[in-house]
């Protein structure tokens, strides 16, 4: 259907759902929409819709998957187990409580690049990192009302989820994720500190349309504000680094001198 649609995008299947991002005209994500909610299985799916200038992936991909966000736990099922939803103005309003914890619920460099204002961002790698992360903060939590967030709300689907079954009963997740709360006429993502880390050829989206709006992220090498990621010249390195433009020009994408050393010799 896809295909026949011309849409490119990221679909992931499971047995717990569906999840994923595609991109192309208004009329073919239309009749897309139009597909999905004919079918009595997805009827009630959710969509976010984000206007963009022609496509923002290359191609399409559409995998079969264990789990539809990998936390290494098959078992634990989110249709039976999870975090209260609340809409974006119930989570704002959450956040202002004297006993609440908001937790970002994804990635190391999706926080580095934008978060919620006092929001706990665990400095994990990896999705699947989140269980042992819990296990060593499980002390530091308890007695607290624990928020959860991320960019669509899929993640916080199963982190909620793992939350409760750790023994915390008053856990909420921010329906929608990020992009909800984003678009949202009340929040407009008043609070929501930089930008909105995605996985398509944007990288980033802003999220906050309030006087609130900041950017908290800085160049690796100067230390101005600055929220352009790129990945590190030097092929074996490809991390992701914050570089303005005026380093980039005249320091390169490189991450490091080593970094930028070993490329040259690399190149010689």
């Known amino acids: 259907m896809c295909e026949s649609l011309e849409l490119n995008g990221r679909i992931l299947i499971g047995k717990e759902g569906i999840n994923g991002t595609v991109s192309g005209t208004v009329e073919q994500t239309n009749r897309y929409i139009e597909a999905m909610n004919s079918d009595p299985k997805t009827s009630e799916m959710d969509f976010k819709i984000d206007p963009c200038d022609g496509h923002v992936f290359p191609k399409l991909s559409i995998k079969i998957r264990d789990e539809i966000v990998t936390l290494g ?8 187990i999870t975090g209260n939803r609340l809409s974006p103005r119930e989570f704002f309003e959450a956040m202002q409580e004297e006993n609440a914890i908001v937790i970002d619920g994804r990635n190391n460099y999706e926080s580095d690049i934008g978060r919620f204002k006092g929001a706990v961002c665990p400095d994990v790698e990896n999705f699947r990192d989140f269980p042992d992360w819990l296990a060593e ?7 607290k009302k624990i928020l959860t967030y991320c960019t669509g709300g899929i993640r916080c689907e ?6 409760r079954e750790s023994g915390f009963d008053d856990v909420a997740q921010l329906d929608g994720g990020i992009i909800n709360y984003s678009h949202d006429p009340e929040t407009q993502g008043r609070d929501f500190e930089g930008l909105c880390y995605v ?5 980033a989206v802003e999220v906050n349309h309030t006087d609130t709006r900041e950017i908290v992220s800085t160049c690796k090498h100067c230390g101005e504000k600055c929220a352009r ?3 590190c010249g030097w092929p074996k390195c490809n991390a992701q680094t914050f570089i ?3 380093c980039e020009k005249s320091f390169g994408k490189f991450c490091s001198v080593e970094c930028r050393e070993n490329q040259a010799a690399a190149s010689d």
């Open 73 to 80: 736990r098959e078992d634990l099922n989110p249709n039976e």
């Open 244 to 246: 303005c433009e005026a």
């Open 199 to 203: 996985f398509d050829e944007r990288v």
């Open 229 to 231: 990621y790129r990945n």
């Open 158 to 163: 199963k982190l909620s989820g793992l939350i």
């Open 137 to 143: 903060h499980t002390e530091s939590l308890k007695g």
